[in-house]
């Protein structure tokens, strides 16, 4: 059974600094991602990673801010989020899929097949 399960998420101040974990079971993960969905908003892209560092993608409003990574021997990735801003506020979703995807196809939500729950990341002013 595949999962992905999220964790790191919570109430923050402004300016301060988290980092969300999504750890994968049930098969091998190929491109792994952060999208997220602030209240009354449409799901956005946040960052992307394919197997290899050479392949990661940022959306501008994270870039600098924000580090992804991954542990393959762990089924894991990570985002580090730093200086974060109340503009951040959203749930977050980590996304995942087994197919060897390359390219900006890799910052669109259909290019993911599994899902996990998602993470509630609540920046204060």
């Known amino acids: 059974q595949v999962q992905l399960v999220e964790s790191g998420g919570g109430l923050v101040q402004a300016g301060g600094s988290l980092r969300l974990s999504c750890a994968a079971s049930g098969r091998r993960f190929y491109a792994m991602a952060w999208f997220r969905q602030a209240p009354r908003k449409e799901r956005e892209f946040v960052a992307a990673?394919?197997?290899?560092?050479?392949?990661?993608y940022y959306a501008d409003s994270v870039k600098g801010r924000f580090t992804i990574s991954r542990d393959n021997a762990k089924h894991t990735v990570y985002l580090q989020m730093n200086s974060l801003n109340p503009e951040d506020t959203a749930v977050y979703y980590c996304?995942?899929?087994?197919?060897?995807?390359?390219?900006?196809?890799?910052?669109?939500?259909?290019?993911?097949?599994?899902w996990g729950q998602g993470t509630q990341v609540t920046v204060s002013s």
């Open positions: 996304a995942a899929d087994p197919d060897a995807q390359t390219g900006v196809r890799l910052t669109t939500p259909g290019a993911y097949d599994y």
């Open positions: 990673s394919g197997w290899s560092s050479s392949s990661i």
